[in-house]
């Protein structure tokens, strides 16, 4: 597991999944692309003016073509919000997976409340796509706090359960794990513990449980029995 400290600059994000895919990410040190067409956001990619396109084709035709091409790895900067643990870690049944993320690989989304301008040559200005309409998202999402990857569509490999092929952005010094959340509805023994931290198998890794605080609409930290 790659795990140097020679990145300059980093920022903590949080993934939030289910159990049994944190446990596959930490066991294959690796997590899963989300394709564009395949984001729960019906915005997505599509938040831009672009002139002469009343109907939308034109715009319909690029996402098409950029979910061919490229995906997105999602994190957030906070850990404890109950609405993440909520939607994205089975009702805080799952995990969370922190990683030291490099700048600027790792884009901080914007939230705004307008489409975005498409520049006068937007059909060839790559860093559009990748940088700006990537990390621009309504403000309805705020409560996110989103960080995001670029990854582009290498190998794959095919899902038999679910019936098409997935892709996946391997740990790196771009992307390091650094800690393991267990939901506070996660119903797991010591050998599930102790198995998950032979997976680590990392000092910088810390494992540990959450409770759900009794004064605040916050998840916290509490210390591994």
């Known amino acids: 597991m790659p795990h140097q400290d020679n990145i300059s600059k980093t920022i903590r994000g949080y993934h939030f999944t289910k159990f049994e895919y944190g446990i596959s990410n ?6 899963k692309i ?9 915005f997505e990619f599509r938040n831009v003016i672009i002139p002469n396109d009343e109907d939308g084709h034109k715009k319909e035709d690029w996402v ?3 979910d061919s091409q490229c995906g997105i790895v999602c994190f957030s900067k906070y850990y404890a919000n109950p609405t993440m643990w909520g939607h994205y870690a089975e009702n805080a049944t799952g995990l969370v997976l922190g990683f ?7 884009m901080e989304v914007k939230y705004k409340n307008q489409f975005l301008e498409l520049p006068g040559d937007g059909e060839k200005d790559k860093r559009f796509f990748t940088e700006e309409l990537i990390s621009t ?10 960080l995001r990857m670029y990854a582009s569509l290498d190998a794959s490999e095919f899902d038999e359960r679910n019936n098409k092929f997935m892709y996946f952005l391997p740990f790196s010094d771009e992307m390091q794990l650094r800690e393991v959340f267990l939901g506070p509805e996660c119903k797991v023994d010591k050998s599930d513990i102790k198995q998950i931290k032979r997976y680590v198998n990392h ?13 605040r609409f916050e998840i916290l930290k509490v210390p591994m029995l």
Do not use: G
């Open 137 to 146: 998202k309504s403000t309805d999402w705020e409560y996110e706090t989103e």
């Open 34 to 42: 989300a394709r564009i067409l395949e984001l729960n956001d019906p």
């Open 26 to 31: 930490i066991k294959n040190e690796r997590l």
């Open 203 to 215: 000092p910088k890794v810390e494992v540990s449980r959450t409770a759900r605080a009794t004064d």
């Open 100 to 106: 030291d993320l490099a700048s600027p690989s790792a």
């Open 64 to 66: 098409r073509e950029l």
